[in-house]
């Protein structure tokens, strides 16, 4: 944000842009007319996204321009061109949550980036074993998660979400074929979640939630660097690990090639803290996140889909800085 005092809105306050029906009737014309005829359509969507979303462009540069400053790498300093490819690159993405939904991605598309030997504990979870927490971010394309529960030999996934419209996604994921995973709204973390949580964990299910956005009405937040400037992060995720005193993977869905790529990696193997350091902890915790997701923006620089304004501005708890991007 400049320092012209405009405060954007904060990224679940936007509008909902469509509805269950407009997200069953784009299902249907995939189904119907194929990816290809409607890859036209959903681009000159972009496009006008695109010439008319000033403040989405800013962001998406102001993005660019940190991470080649922090990277060193010139090459990824932001132009025109740049910005609308990374528009365009959420198109592609849509475009291949919608083939995830109708089970066209299969486990031969898919390459398991896996040097810590997670997918194992998620076969021995299905045998009797106590599930885990997978973080996951909104960097490449997090309902690739379907495959990921493909390859765990259909582990139940329950995904957390802020997000009311929560019944509408399952209905749709349901008319899909998909019954591996689940969406679950967890506006906050009272005692019936909680226990709800746990006996999920209990019964061999895992978890997965976003540790990259903020939600609005959550002030449990962390600010950290990222990207060599002060952006917040949750702190609900790791105050959830903690409580149900689980391990933590992370979980990012890159294109590569033309070809997906999951990276898993172990991060916490038990989730816990002592009772005066539980502030600290989960900072450290959360800059540690904040640095991993940093290294996993260099795999795939385009595909950083957070289109609102991520980093902190000049005056707000924890900033350093203007986060002006003009």
Excluded at 8 to 20: L, N, Q
Excluded at 136 to 159: F, I, K, Y
Aim: aromatic fraction near 10%.
């Amino acid at each position: 944000m400049s320092s012209q005092g405009v405060q954007e809105r904060h990224w679940s306050a936007h509008k909902e842009r469509g509805s269950f029906a407009l997200m069953w009737l784009t299902a249907l014309a995939v189904r119907v007319f194929g990816r290809r005829l409607l890859a036209p359509v959903l681009y000159l969507i972009v496009l006008y996204f695109f010439a008319s979303a000033r403040a989405a462009r800013r962001n998406i540069r102001q993005y660019q321009t940190y991470l080649a400053q922090w990277s060193g790498q010139s090459a990824l300093q932001p132009t025109l061109g740049s910005v609308f490819t990374q528009f365009i690159a959420f198109a592609d993405n849509l475009l291949d949550r919608l083939d995830v939904w109708r089970g066209r991605l299969r486990y031969e598309q898919v390459q398991l980036v896996d040097p810590c030997g997670v997918r194992p504990r998620l076969l021995r979870s299905r045998q009797g074993g106590r599930g885990e927490m997978l973080v996951v971010t909104h960097l490449g394309n997090p309902d690739v998660c379907r495959a990921m529960a493909e390859l765990s030999e259909q582990v139940p996934l329950n995904v957390l979400v802020h997000n009311r419209h929560v019944a509408q996604f399952n209905r749709l994921l349901g008319e899909a074929g998909d019954r591996s995973m689940r969406l679950i709204q967890v506006s906050e973390l009272d005692t019936a979640t909680m226990m709800d949580l746990s006996q999920r964990l209990e019964r061999g299910e895992w978890l997965a939630i976003a540790g990259d956005r903020v939600p609005l009405n959550d002030g449990r937040r962390v600010t950290v660097d990222f990207l060599g400037h002060a952006a917040a992060f949750p702190q609900g995720p790791w105050l959830m690990a903690g409580l149900l005193r689980c391990p933590v993977n992370l979980l990012c869905c890159l294109k590569v090639d033309g070809r997906y790529r999951i990276y898993l990696d172990a991060f916490l193997e038990q989730a816990q803290w002592e009772r005066s350091r539980r502030d600290a902890t989960i900072g450290a915790w959360v800059q540690r996140y904040a640095d991993h997701l940093a290294e996993r923006c260099l795999i795939a620089p385009q595909q950083w889909f957070n289109f609102y304004a991520y980093w902190q501005p000049a005056g707000a708890p924890g900033s350093k800085e203007s986060t002006d991007a003009n």
